[in-house]
């Protein structure tokens, strides 16, 4: 799909419209968190261009967002008032708060809406088959609590990734290496071991000069790493984490956050605790290019799933030389890892073997389902629904997927009997993601019209500064397509240009917060109804920006930040609730 790398790290959904004759109009694909969603977008452009679609059939690869309680029916209300007659759905939205919703919402309002359904015969099942494909980290991410994570390597005949002495420029060809710039567009993140740092001394980018770059991550218990890595340059390149144990080597920790480097400490560094590290930052697709030191223990412990395995028609030999995998312990073939839906693929003069790995992390549901012979390249979570039937769902499958979810929700906090449990936000996409910044509610400040309200946050970091850079920085924050974009374009030009920050705005960032929430609560009903709903007799419940990665405006990963999102948020409820604040 054409909007992989620039949605990242959310899901991919696309709209297509057709006219009555069956002429398609316009396809638009989803720019990340908050950004316009794809059948909004679809149905503008048609009105622009003049089109008229009334009557006519929409396809959608994912069951678009649709929580009544939240505000978020904008892009089933743009399809009703668009006239569309039916509606296709290639996959049911998996996330449970939002499953099933938005085709009951639009069959309330007259619409058609026929459910694709993967073990469909023909055409049908072909396409279904694509879009849960397309969107397969999701799914992963519901059945295994952790990001979709492929492990690629490249390897020799003999099954070598390098010489005796450690040298592997190049194994493959040319055309195996623009293959994994374009899979790693793909990706959230890019994972290396420190090994893979001190050997190769990777870029680890797309080879673009512009465009998404996936962040990269390395992980190195002891931080025996060098000074003068590719990796350090992140400004104007892409963002580097480096997970490592607490306490190692402080004062490189320091140099490397005074390049802009982000380090996160553990007190137990294992890929494992990393990836569920990756899982709470919000990714979905993590794409792991390490040596077989550090493969082996993400392939013990779960947190691949998939394997992307190049191989050369070469020879190397060597007693020494380094293998993809180090030892997993097993003694018998018998007791080996075999790959479900495998594929051949020729690249140049290399063959590139993929496969799905059988996951320990799952709750189980992946493999009854694959041996129950509805598998996608062993996963599925089809329910078939169509307009003549909608009470006649698949209930087994239904009922497996809840399973799974509900073996997956765990209490992040032990409360006493009095006290409720939090409500937690932190994606846009998230069930309470209406109470977040980055949620796509625009506020209108000083006869401005913000797309969101961290589109409006930003741009106060350089309100008013007589500076080309500042005034030139507020004008690309506007017209930024996504608040992500904005929050990437303030960021960096704030650790580049500090001079151009507003001198007063370590004083004002929190009264420019409030004043954006304000807006954003008084204009939408959804939002302010999610707001309203925390409140209960008994008790008011906590509400927690849950970014593991904002000690500020949230609670950090180990929860010890200020949280002063959720502090804002609960003040406003207050005023609401007390009635000093008053909805339009």
């Not at 996608?376 to 979810?405: H, I, K, P, Y």
């Not at 709903?533 to 609670?555: A, F, H, K, Y």
Request: charged fraction near 25%; aromatic fraction near 6%; charge should be negative.
């Amino acid at each position: 799909m054409s909007s992989e790398g620039a949605s990242a790290p959310h899901p991919l959904s696309a709209c297509a419209i057709t006219d009555a004759n069956g002429t398609t109009r316009v396809a638009r694909g989803h720019e990340g968190q908050g950004a316009t969603r794809a059948e909004i977008a679809c149905v503008e452009a048609l009105v622009r261009d003049g089109v008229g679609v009334r009557g006519g059939t929409a396809c959608v690869n994912l069951e678009p967002v649709h929580g009544e309680v939240a505000g978020e029916t904008r892009a089933v209300e743009a399809l009703v008032t668009a006239g569309v007659r039916r509606v296709v759905v290639g996959m049911l939205h998996p996330l449970p708060g939002l499953r099933g919703r938005a085709v009951k919402a639009m069959r309330e309002r007259g619409i058609v809406v026929d459910v694709l359904d993967a073990r469909a015969s023909g055409l049908e099942g072909e396409v279904a088959a694509r879009c849960r494909e397309t969107n397969e980290a999701l799914l992963y991410r519901v059945a295994t609590g952790l990001p979709y994570s492929v492990y690629k390597y490249a390897m020799t005949l003999d099954g070598k990734i390098a010489t005796d002495n450690g040298h592997s420029s190049w194994v493959t060809g040319a055309e195996a290496r623009e293959r994994v710039f374009r899979e790693r567009k793909r990706a959230d993140c890019i994972v290396v071991g420190g090994a893979t740092v001190r050997k190769d001394n990777p870029r680890l980018t797309c080879r673009e000069e512009t465009g998404f770059q996936p962040a990269r991550i390395v992980l190195s218990r002891t931080l025996n790493l060098p000074e003068d890595a590719e990796l350090w340059r992140v400004r104007d390149v892409a963002p580097t984490i480096v997970c490592t144990t607490k306490g190692a080597r402080p004062e490189f920790q320091k140099m490397l956050r005074s390049k802009g480097v982000e380090v996160v400490e553990f007190n137990e560094l294992t890929p494992l605790e990393a990836a569920k590290y990756m899982h709470a930052r919000g990714f979905l697709r993590c794409f792991w290019e390490c040596g077989g030191g550090l493969a082996a223990p993400a392939m013990k412990s779960g947190v691949f799933h998939h394997v992307m395995a190049f191989v050369a028609p070469k020879l190397i030999g060597g007693n020494s030389a380094p293998t993809p995998l180090g030892d997993l312990g097993f003694e018998a073939m018998h007791d080996a890892l075999p790959l479900a839906g495998v594929t051949l693929e020729t690249v140049g003069r290399d063959i590139l073997v993929r496969g799905y790995v059988p996951n320990s992390q799952s709750t189980g549901a992946l493999g009854r389902i694959a041996s129950a012979g509805h598998s996608v390249r062993g996963l599925d979570f089809n329910v078939g629904e169509s307009a003549d039937d909608e009470e006649r769902a698949d209930e087994g499958t239904l009922m497996l997927l809840e399973q799974v979810v509900a073996s997956l929700a765990q209490e992040d906090e032990v409360c006493a009997q009095d006290e409720l449990p939090p409500i937690k936000f932190y994606k846009a996409w998230d069930e309470h993601g209406a109470l977040s910044n980055f949620s796509p509610f625009p506020v209108r400040i000083d006869d401005i019209e913000w797309p969101t309200v961290e589109h409006y946050y930003q741009a106060q970091k350089f309100a008013g500064v007589d500076m080309e850079v500042a005034r030139d920085t507020y004008e690309k924050i506007k017209i930024a397509p996504s608040p992500e974009a904005a929050a990437k374009i303030g960021r960096s030009a704030q650790v580049t240009n500090p001079e151009s920050i507003r001198k007063d705005w370590e004083d004002v960032k929190l009264e420019v917060m409030h004043r954006a929430l304000v807006r954003k609560f008084i204009r939408h009903e959804g939002p302010r109804n999610l707001l309203l709903q925390s409140v209960c007799n008994d008790g008011r419940v906590r509400l927690i920006e849950d970014s593991p990665v904002d000690m500020i405006w949230g609670t950090g990963r180990d929860g010890s930040g200020q949280n002063l999102l959720g502090t804002l948020l609960a003040d406003l409820r207050e005023e609401f609730v007390s009635g000093r604040l008053v909805a339009n």
